[in-house]
C-alpha cells in the first residue's frame, strides 16, 4: 500500500510564481524524500528530510517536514517551464528498504 | 553515463508471451531495486536485492514474476504468461549501503495486448 499521499494532485501556475505541495504519511518514518518524473522517464532525486528534521533547503527547493502531523511540503520558489513534472514523496521506515511513495503531484508552468 | 540504465526502453507483447527486462545500476551500488508503476499511480514497490541476495519481495510479485541478481551486478526481471494487467512502467533503482536515496532508470515501458 501507498504511504505517501500528496495534496494538491494537480497545480497550474505561471512562470515566476511559486508552487507548494503537500503529502501526508501514515506510520512513523525514518526519511521523507521527493522525487521529480518528467512525463514517461524515471524519477529524480530532489531532496531528502530526516525524521528529526523540520526543515531543508536545496537551491530553489524548500521542504518542511512535521512528524506530529505526519505530513511534509515542498515549496519550489521562482518556478520555472522547465519545472512541469510530476513530484512524488516517498517514505521509508526504520529497518523497511522500501520507498512507500504517494500518487504524485502534476504540476504545470506556464511560460 | 555512467547512470542507472534498463534495457529495453519499450516492450510490447502478446498475453501468454515471457518478457525479460534488465537493469544495470550504478557499479559502486550494491542495493538494487525494482518498481511498478502504473498510469497517474506512484511506483510500488516489487523487490530488492543487497548484492546477490534477493532480501525482500512483496505481494504484488507473484509467482509469474522472478527477479535474479547472479553476480550483484546487472539484474534482470521476468514475467512468466503476460496478462493485460502487467502492462506497466517497470523502474529499477539502486543505492549504496545506509543511503536512502535511491537514483532510478528511465524505465521499461511494458504492453501486453
Known amino acids: 500500500s501507498q504511504q505517501g499521499e500528496e495534496d494538491p494532485q494537480a497545480l497550474s501556475i505561471q512562470e515566476g510564481e511559486n508552487a507548494t505541495m503537500n503529502c501526508s504519511y501514515k506510520?512513523?518514518?525514518?526519511?521523507l524524500q521527493w522525487y521529480r518524473q518528467n512525463s514517461g522517464r524515471g524519477l529524480v532525486h530532489l531532496i531528502l528530510?530526516?525524521?528529526?528534521?523540520r526543515e531543508k533547503h536545496s537551491g530553489r527547493l524548500r521542504v518542511t517536514l512535521d512528524t506530529s502531523k505526519k505530513s511534509s511540503s515542498l515549496l519550489i520558489t521562482a518556478s520555472r517551464a522547465a519545472d512541469t513534472a510530476s513530484y512524488f514523496c516517498?517514505?521509508?521506515?526504520?529497518?523497511?528498504?522500501?520507498?512507500?511513495f504517494g500518487k504524485g503531484n502534476q504540476v504545470v508552468v506556464i511560460p | 553515463d555512467t547512470g542507472v540504465s534498463q534495457d529495453p526502453r519499450h516492450k510490447i507483447t502478446k498475453r501468454g508471451q515471457n518478457v525479460t527486462f534488465r537493469c544495470d545500476p550504478i557499479?559502486?551500488?550494491?542495493?538494487l531495486y525494482w518498481y511498478r508503476q502504473t498510469l497517474g499511480q506512484g511506483p510500488e514497490f516489487l523487490t530488492y536485492?543487497?548484492?546477490?541476495?534477493?532480501?525482500?519481495k512483496s505481494r504484488l510479485l507473484s509467482d509469474r514474476f522472478s527477479a535474479e541478481r547472479p553476480k550483484g551486478s546487472f539484474s534482470t526481471l521476468e514475467i512468466q504468461r503476460t496478462e493485460q494487467g502487467d502492462s506497466a512502467m517497470y523502474l529499477c533503482a539502486s543505492s549504496l549501503d545506509g543511503v536512502t536515496e535511491a537514483f532510478f532508470g528511465q524505465g521499461t515501458r511494458l504492453t501486453v495486448v
Open positions: 506510520t512513523s518514518i525514518n526519511n
Open positions: 536485492f543487497q548484492n546477490e541476495a534477493q532480501l525482500e
Open positions: 557499479s559502486e551500488h550494491n542495493r
Open positions: 516517498a517514505a521509508d521506515t526504520y529497518g523497511n528498504n522500501r520507498l512507500a
Open positions: 528530510i530526516r525524521s528529526n528534521e
